[in-house]
């Protein structure tokens, strides 16, 4: 019940942030045949659900699990998390990248709007949204490397109900630094990915194997004071 519960308040958080932000959420920057379009977008309901779930991941209590080695992880659990989890962690990061640009140009137009979107560059765009990208992807891998480093679950596997563990190769600890950068590789090529770890009896990622962990599934039993 508690993990319906949490999937239904990240699903709610999202729902609410993109009602709010119009279009897009974030920054925007991009020029095809000359033709470029920048913009940025937040606002501060979207803030508020950042900090708030920022919050939540902060203070909840990390679960005493179980785990059940005759069960094995399936593939699209395993994607299903995965992109519950990308959603929060961009959710949280996105609202805030926008900011240092939607004050950019207000310093420029004189007055400041939590939305705005023109037809031409300037020299300064790129020193806004090449951070803003950059930020996104030091959120992520964060994220992916400090939870199963600190024997936690991310929210999207305590949602489906499994885990992130090291692999217990004798001589060989887990890499967990390391595996973010494999997984992005495995998921640029997530067709091949996907292919090759449902062949397999364990339903293992190549960048499980690399990194020596595993996937497994558990059942909570107590909290972890």
Known sequence: MARLVTFLLVIFALYISASYSGEYLGVQSSCINSRCVVGAHSSILSIII??????????RPNQKVKIQDDRVVGVWRRLGAFYLDFALVLLIVVPITAIPMLVAEGQHTGTFEWFFVRKFTRPSDAFFALPAVLACFAALYFYFFYTPFKDRQTLGEYVL???????????????FGWRPFLGFIGLCTLPIS??????????????DTESRTRAVMVSTLTTNE
């Not at 992130?164 to 060989?172: D, K, L, S």
Request: glycine share 6%; no cysteine.
């Open 50 to 59: 950042s900090i708030a779930l920022v919050l939540f991941l902060v203070l």
């Open 161 to 175: 109900g499994f885990k992130i563990v090291p692999a217990n190769e004798v001589g060989y600890p887990p890499n």
């Open 194 to 207: 996907v292919y090759y770890a449902l062949k397999k009896d364990d339903k293992r990622f190549w960048w």
